[in-house]
């Protein structure tokens, strides 16, 4: 019996003994009794499981955690042209890459004083030596001497949008007047290599499916192509550390590559720029008026049949916009009227436009930029919408990419004696605790906004370490910053504002003072 014969056979439901029974005495009563309890059966299951003439060419098969070498290809080179020239699909893209790290995420040092043993103060010095250590190690982060560590974070994040993954390698420079020797090299996508039978997707794993080797294939930079000389680099040292950082959305067990954000909607982005085209090219033949003037005298037939000849006697074909064209004895012409576009355009637009963003977790207001259409309540909600969306990859990408370089950067300031960190080996994950602040989101209507931040302040909902976070700062350089100002004020005797007031404003003059003044003034 045929595989496909027997699953079919387990399905139907098993005779009982009174079916048994009736077969030899009424076959037809016996299976009109086996097809209700089979109808039955089948109610009782998924109904988009089964199998109908309307879902009968839904093509299904087994998938894999990884898709295959030549279909991720594919969706890259697709997905990097759609880029390249499609307005929203590039639009959403920076939408995405300037919103979640924007000017650049930096690190907030967390070290707590009590799980260390040291007290507070000493805990607030080494918290601004792991700042200050990160903020001069990024002024030379990038290996090839051309970008700082918020550039590479904003082409890190683009290529995650653009490619699925980014790779970067940690390595180690010799350069005498880097103040650092840690700087990172960027990876494509496509420099891992994918043509070994023992690593089909560039990347040897182990027996628990954790990435071991990478081979990197080397470039010729003279040319930008890929020489068939490959590097195997190790997933990490002895002692844990990252040799290289690959980073992707991870949408399936086991999954060893990255898939493009447009994945889903690259077949909606090709119809919308052929849909568009098609309009553009109506509205050029409908605004190309012309005017076709017929030559009724048979000596001048030559001239008007010349007209659509070249040089060389071939006809060629013309229209544009206020051509005066002459016909010849016996033509004519027929008007092409494509009244386009249609009433139907705009809806169809929008509702294409709709799915997309929702496919990639864009309103359609931020997908577009257009809010001209929305009041506030519904740009509020499109923008608390996006913001979370926004906030949810920034700390995926600060955990994932950030965080394991940051630790490697620490590391090394600490060996150079700029961290002063005791322990080090002990307590290298305190050391190492830190939250990231990226860019502020801004308020959509300030006084409002203000307003509910303070009430949250008054109420215990939030602190202001969250609310200076959320507007891109650093709370404890608010504070400084602040009390710096104030004691100018104080400096230049004016009166330091009230809670409410907008500006300081000067001291009331004394009444002899008011006195001296009116006189002066009189004379």
């Given at each position: 019996?045929?595989?496909?014969?027997?699953?079919?056979?387990?399905?139907?439901?098993?005779?009982?003994?009174?079916?048994?029974?009736?077969?030899?005495?009424?076959?037809?009563?016996?299976?009109?009794?086996?097809?209700?309890?089979?109808?039955?059966?089948?109610?009782?299951?998924?109904?988009?499981?089964?199998?109908?003439?309307?879902?009968?060419?839904?093509?299904?098969?087994?998938?894999?955690?990884?898709?295959?070498?030549?279909?991720?290809?594919?969706?890259?080179?697709?997905?990097?042209?759609?880029?390249?020239?499609?307005?929203?699909?590039?639009?959403?893209?920076?939408?995405?890459?300037?919103?979640i790290v924007g000017q650049g995420l930096g690190p907030q040092?967390?070290?707590?004083?009590?799980?260390?043993?040291?007290?507070?103060?000493?805990?607030?010095?080494?918290?601004?030596?792991?700042?200050?250590?990160?903020?001069?190690?990024?002024?030379?982060?990038?290996?090839?001497?051309?970008?700082?560590?918020?550039e590479l974070q904003f082409l890190a994040i683009r290529k995650?949008?653009?490619?699925?993954?980014?790779?970067?390698?940690?390595?180690?420079?010799?350069?005498?007047?880097?103040?650092?020797?840690?700087?990172?090299?960027?990876?494509?996508?496509?420099?891992?290599?994918?043509?070994?039978?023992?690593?089909?997707?560039?990347?040897?794993?182990?027996?628990?499916?954790?990435?071991?080797?990478?081979?990197?294939?080397?470039?010729?930079w003279r040319t930008g192509m890929l020489t068939g000389e490959?590097?195997?680099?190790?997933?990490?040292?002895?002692?844990?550390?990252?040799?290289?950082?690959?980073?992707?959305?991870?949408?399936?067990?086991?999954?060893?590559?990255?898939?493009?954000?447009?994945?889903?909607?690259?077949?909606?982005?090709?119809?919308?720029?052929?849909?568009?085209?098609?309009?553009?090219?109506?509205?050029?033949?409908?605004?190309?008026?012309?005017?076709?003037?017929?030559?009724?005298?048979?000596?001048?037939?030559?001239?008007?049949?010349?007209?659509?000849?070249?040089?060389?006697?071939?006809?060629?074909?013309?229209?544009?916009?206020?051509?005066?064209?002459?016909?010849?004895?016996?033509?004519?012409?027929?008007?092409?009227?494509?009244?386009?576009?249609?009433?139907?355009?705009?809806?169809?637009?929008?509702?294409?436009?709709?799915?997309?963003?929702?496919?990639?977790?864009?309103?359609?207001?931020?997908?577009?930029?257009?809010?001209?259409?929305?009041?506030?309540?519904?740009?509020?909600?499109?923008?608390?919408?996006?913001?979370?969306?926004?906030?949810?990859?920034?700390?995926?990408?600060?955990?994932?990419?950030?965080?394991?370089?940051?630790?490697?950067?620490?590391?090394?300031?600490?060996?150079?004696?700029?961290?002063?960190?005791?322990?080090?080996?002990?307590?290298?994950?305190?050391?190492?605790?830190?939250?990231?602040?990226?860019?502020?989101?801004?308020?959509?209507?300030?006084?409002?906004?203000?307003?509910?931040?303070?009430?949250?302040?008054?109420?215990?909902?939030?602190?202001?370490?969250?609310?200076?976070?959320?507007?891109?700062?650093?709370?404890?350089?608010?504070?400084?910053?602040?009390?710096?100002?104030?004691?100018?004020?104080?400096?230049?005797?004016?009166?330091?504002?009230?809670?409410?007031?907008?500006?300081?404003?000067?001291?009331?003059?004394?009444?002899?003072?008011?006195?001296?003044?009116?006189?002066?003034?009189?004379?």
């Open positions: 019996m045929s595989p496909a014969l027997a699953r079919q056979e387990s399905t139907l439901p098993a005779l009982n003994w009174l079916d048994r029974a009736i077969v030899p005495i009424a076959p037809s009563w016996a299976a009109k009794r086996l097809q209700a309890r089979y109808a039955l059966q089948l109610a009782q299951q998924y109904r988009a499981a089964t199998s109908t003439r309307l879902n009968a060419d839904w093509a299904l098969g087994h998938t894999v955690g990884t898709p295959p070498v030549y279909e991720l290809t594919r969706l890259r080179q697709m997905s990097r042209d759609l880029n390249r020239n499609d307005p929203v699909a590039s639009g959403a893209t920076d939408t995405i890459t300037f919103n040092s967390r070290i707590r004083a009590d799980r260390l043993g040291i007290p507070d103060n000493r805990a607030k010095q080494l918290q601004q030596q792991a700042e200050d250590a990160w903020d001069l190690w990024g002024r030379h982060a990038d290996a090839g001497n051309r970008m700082t560590i918020d995650v949008v653009e490619d699925g993954e980014i790779l970067a390698i940690p390595v180690m420079s010799d350069e005498p007047w880097r103040p650092f020797s840690r700087c990172l090299e960027m990876i494509e996508s496509e420099r891992l290599d994918s043509f070994s039978a023992a690593a089909p997707h560039g990347i040897k794993v182990g027996p628990r499916g954790e990435p071991q080797t990478y081979y990197i294939r080397q470039v010729d490959r590097i195997p680099i190790e997933a990490r040292d002895l002692k844990g550390r990252p040799k290289i950082i690959h980073v992707f959305p991870s949408r399936r067990v086991g999954q060893l590559r990255g898939v493009p954000w447009f994945a889903p909607v690259i077949s909606y982005f090709r119809d919308l720029n052929a849909y568009l085209e098609a309009e553009v090219v109506a509205a050029r033949v409908s605004a190309c008026l012309a005017v076709f003037i017929t030559k009724m005298d048979p000596l001048q037939a030559g001239m008007a049949q010349g007209s659509g000849v070249d040089a060389k006697g071939n006809r060629y074909q013309n229209l544009e916009p206020g051509l005066v064209g002459y016909l010849g004895i016996g033509e004519d012409i027929q008007v092409v009227d494509p009244k386009r576009p249609g009433n139907t355009f705009e809806p169809f637009l929008t509702g294409l436009l709709r799915l997309i963003g929702a496919a990639l977790n864009l309103p359609y207001e931020l997908l577009l930029k257009d809010f001209s259409k929305t009041n506030y309540s519904s740009a509020r909600a499109a923008l608390l919408e996006g913001r979370r969306m926004f906030m949810t990859w920034r700390n995926w990408f600060a955990r994932r990419f950030l965080q394991p370089i940051y630790e490697l950067v620490l590391e090394e300031a600490f060996a150079r004696g700029l961290f002063e960190a005791p322990d080090w080996e002990r307590n290298k994950v305190e050391y190492c605790r830190c939250i990231w602040i990226g860019g502020g989101w801004g308020w959509i209507d300030p006084t409002k906004e203000v307003e509910a931040s303070k009430m949250a302040l008054d109420w215990g909902l939030s602190t202001l370490a969250e609310e200076a976070a959320a507007q891109g700062r650093d709370w404890e350089e608010t504070l400084e910053q602040r009390a710096r100002e104030e004691k100018k004020i104080g400096d230049l005797g004016l009166i330091i504002p009230a809670k409410g007031a907008t500006t300081p404003t000067l001291p009331e003059p004394a009444p002899e003072k008011e006195k001296e003044n009116a006189q002066a003034e009189e004379r």
